[in-house]
């Protein structure tokens, strides 16, 4: 999830700015994992004061390994991250 703060409400601003949907919800492990094996899942990323844009690139749930965009930072989360440091 994402909690409230100026992190937060900044990355949804950009997003919708950059005319990318969001959708605040939540969604459980298993749907996380479905949108993986269907190859929906595209990239993720954290957000915080501290952290800002922080990359994911494994998760691990229930013995089954989710690798994100080859374990490398995604053009997003990079276009995120650097609008918000620029």
Not at 60 to 78: A, C, D, F, R, V
Request: hydrophobic share 35%; charged share 20%.
């Amino acid at each position: 999830s994402i909690l409230e703060g100026i992190t937060r409400d900044s990355t949804i601003h950009l997003l919708k700015d950059w005319g990318i949907p969001v959708v605040e919800k939540r969604i459980s492990v298993e749907e996380l994992y479905e949108a993986y094996t269907k190859g929906q899942l595209e990239e993720a990323f954290g957000t915080g004061t501290a952290a800002v844009i922080s990359p994911v690139g494994d998760l691990n749930w229930n013995g089954h390994q989710m690798i994100l965009n080859g374990e490398k930072t995604g053009p997003l989360t990079t276009k995120l991250y650097e609008t918000m440091t620029g």
